[in-house]
Each structure stands twice: as structure tokens, then as C-alpha cells.
């Protein structure tokens, strides 16, 4: 019997096995050079659930386990009996490894620089493993064997997420054309980790490429939360700034406002405000110490830093004016 060629990539083996659990025989031969390393790190010994029947690399059929008049374990093929001879195995080799999620899911968010965050998602053999860009886009694992089965955890996720999600599995070869225009209509994005992760014989993964890329290049939504987030961050830093250590004319939010959102020069701030050019570089100097980021940096997010300013605004005269109604009763 021949065997399809075993993957370059640890990755392809994975959705080669049922459940992603399987003895030790079977993931020695789907893994080749990569077993130890991936053994290490990424499996886990199910000794309370042993096996009845071993695959036959000879003959590729599931040979039985019975116990020989010696009271030795053996395999016995039954489905063409008298082809392969009866084979002896030990108890060790009757106990399943499987993959362990867990440190799967830990060495995903090393690599690929996500928050991590565990959790079940419903279907079968799929979980969340952390999250890009804080709580923004959930990373979602999922690993299938069929096209229909990857068809059936899409339609699922996007019913039940109800938002742009990442979707990682070990390749692309059962994302079919339904699964990718499902997954384009909720706004989520598919990653094969053959392409994107690479996996050293000691189990240690590294990204193909800077995660900022790699996710930025599939999804360009993503950014627009991230780049919120930011900006979210920055205005609150200011404002707690400007409330900490008030400053003389202009203020350290009237020089935010018309340098990161207005896009002004320093000469224009300068000339707008009546003061000098060092007054508004030290206004600058104050933004940066603040909030870590350049100001120059935060004029890209100065669409949400403008509607963000604007409700800041409104919520204050607001109330004011709730005060002053208070007040006159």
C-alpha cells in the first residue's frame, strides 16, 4: 500500500488525524524528523482511554488487539487475515497521544503577538486561543479533516461571534470557496499556519513574517479597532495631563488638537496660539512623555481622535447645562 507523501510543515499531519489524537506509532510516521520536538512540546499522554485497534503501516488496514496464549498483547489483522503476521505490543503502545491545546494556543500567541485567551467555541475541535489587538478580533484554532466539516465551524463562528474574527488552521486545503465568501461577509479572515508559521524539529514556532504584517495584509479592518484603541488611550492621557499639571496659554489639549488632528506646523500652532515655537515644541515634548507615542504618529488616527474629541466636548457642556438646571430648581 502506498502512503500520501508526509508534509514538510508539521502542520499538514495535523489534519491527517482524527481528533488530533493517535498512538505514538502513528504520530512518529505523520511527524518524521519533526516528532521529538513536536512530541515535547505540543502532546499529551490519555493512558485512562488505550486503543483497541493499531493501524498496520504494512498493510493499511486496523489490526486488533487481542492477548496471546503466552498472555503477551498482540495486533492481529482481521481484515485479510494470514497477510501480516500477528505482531506483539506493549501496553505503552496501546495509549493514545493527543494534541495538547493549551500549549498550542500559548506558543500561538508567543509567536504571533496575540493576548492570550482560552476558550471553547462550540464546534468540534475548535477554540479560541487569544485576540488581536486587545479584545478587538478573537483568534479562533480550528483543525478538520473534511471541506464540509470546515464549512459546517465557519458558518458557525459567524453566526455566533457576530464580528470580524481570525480564523487559524493548520492549512488551506478544506477552506473552500463557500467557507472563504462566509467569512468575507462577516468581516473575519483566514490563516494557514503552514504559510504563516513555521515549526523548527524542537518545536519552536516563529512567524513567517511580523504579525502587524501578516494580519494588516489579510484584513485592513482590524486596524481601524487597533487604531481606535490608540487613540481611546491617548486622549484619555491628555486629558488626565491637562488635569494633573494645568499649563499657561495655549494648553497642552489645544496644541494636541491642532498638531494630531488639524495637522498645523508648529510655525502655524505658533502664529494661531501668539506664542512662541518653543512654547508649542514643549507642549509637544509633553504628549510624547505622556502617552509614549510621537505625536506626529497619532495624526493617522486623527479621524477617531476628532469624533472622539467632539463627544468629549458635548458630554461636558451637556453637563454643565445639567448643572445649571440643578441649580435654578
Not at 516563529?206 to 491617548?234: C, G, W, Y
Request: with cysteine.
Amino acid at each position: 500500500m502506498e502512503f500520501e507523501p508526509v508534509p514538510e510543515s508539521p502542520w499538514g499531519c495535523l489534519e491527517s488525524i482524527p481528533g488530533v489524537s493517535a498512538v505514538w506509532t502513528v504520530w512518529r510516521w505523520r511527524l518524521r524528523a519533526h516528532y521529538e520536538g513536536f512530541k515535547a512540546a505540543f502532546l499529551r499522554r490519555v493512558p485512562e482511554q488505550p486503543v483497541t485497534f493499531l493501524p498496520c503501516f504494512r498493510c493499511g488496514c486496523s489490526h486488533e488487539v487481542i492477548r496471546l496464549e503466552n498472555g503477551r498483547l498482540g495486533a492481529e489483522c482481521r481484515c485479510r487475515p494470514g497477510r501480516c503476521d500477528t505482531g506483539w505490543v506493549t501496553p505503552e503502545d496501546l495509549i493514545p497521544w493527543e494534541m495538547n491545546w493549551a500549549k498550542v494556543g500559548q506558543a500561538l500567541c508567543e509567536a504571533l503577538k496575540l493576548k492570550p485567551k482560552a476558550a471553547r467555541c462550540g464546534p468540534f475541535n475548535t477554540q479560541q486561543v487569544g485576540c488581536w489587538s486587545a479584545d478587538a478580533a478573537p483568534v479562533i484554532l480550528t483543525i478538520q479533516s473534511h471541506d464540509r466539516e470546515m464549512l459546517h465551524v465557519v458558518t458557525t463562528l459567524v453566526t455566533r461571534i457576530g464580528k470580524p474574527f481570525i480564523l487559524l488552521a493548520p492549512t488551506a486545503q478544506h477552506v473552500g470557496s463557500s467557507a472563504r465568501e462566509a467569512m468575507k461577509t462577516a468581516g473575519a479572515i483566514f490563516v494557514p499556519l503552514d504559510a504563516a508559521v513555521a515549526v523548527s524539529e524542537e518545536g519552536k514556532l516563529t512567524p513567517t513574517r511580523p504579525p502587524q504584517e501578516l494580519f494588516a495584509e489579510f484584513i485592513p479592518s482590524l486596524a481601524e479597532p487597533q487604531e481606535e484603541d490608540e487613540a481611546r488611550r491617548a486622549l484619555a492621557l491628555i486629558e488626565q495631563l491637562e488635569s494633573d499639571s494645568p499649563t499657561g496659554s495655549p494648553s497642552v489639549t489645544a496644541v494636541f488638537r491642532l498638531y494630531c488632528v488639524e495637522e498645523l506646523t508648529i510655525e502655524q500652532i505658533a502664529k494661531k496660539c501668539r506664542c512662541s515655537v518653543g512654547t508649542v515644541a514643549n507642549r509637544l515634548k509633553l504628549i510624547k512623555t505622556r502617552t509614549g507615542i510621537e505625536p506626529k504618529n497619532l495624526r493617522r488616527v486623527s479621524d477617531h481622535l476628532d469624533r472622539m474629541q467632539g463627544d468629549l466636548e458635548e458630554a461636558k457642556r451637556e453637563y454643565e447645562q445639567s448643572k445649571r438646571k440643578g441649580r435654578n430648581y
